[in-house]
């Protein structure tokens, strides 16, 4: 059984940085896409950014030049790194990987919350 587990969210000032992880465990051969989406309250869920095995990226245009994606395949876990936050950013940010290139996993979420 796969499991996604994200940590690092929490209460930050507009402006600041957080970094979330995704720690990806069980039994699999490789992690093809990390994705990271948001919801916030009222809204349907939205991609932020995606990394593929290759190492490509694409983000929201609303995060562009903000966040940063990576994934350290050593380790199965991802990373979202959020820069010059902003009050619309707050959302429960979810992970999301294609492993083995058939199965999807979500993790269970971790709110950020960017206000002063």
């Known amino acids: 059984q796969v499991q996604l587990v994200e940590s690092g969210g929490g209460l930050v000032q507009p402006g600041g940085s957080l970094t979330l992880s995704c720690a990806v465990s069980g039994s699999f051969f490789s992690i093809n896409v990390m994705n990271w989406y948001r919801q916030a309250p009222g809204k349907q869920r939205e991609l932020v950014a995606r990394?593929?095995?290759?190492?490509?990226?694409n983000y929201a245009d609303s995060v562009k030049g903000r966040f940063t994606i990576s994934i350290m395949n050593a380790k199965n876990t991802g990373y979202l790194h959020m820069n010059m936050l902003k009050p619309e950013d707050t959302a429960v940010y979810y992970c999301?990987?294609?492993?083995?290139?058939?199965?999807?996993?979500w993790g269970q979420g971790t709110q950020v919350t960017v206000s002063s």
């Open positions: 999301h990987a294609q492993i083995d290139l058939v199965q999807n996993y």
């Open positions: 990394i593929g095995r290759d190492g490509s990226t």
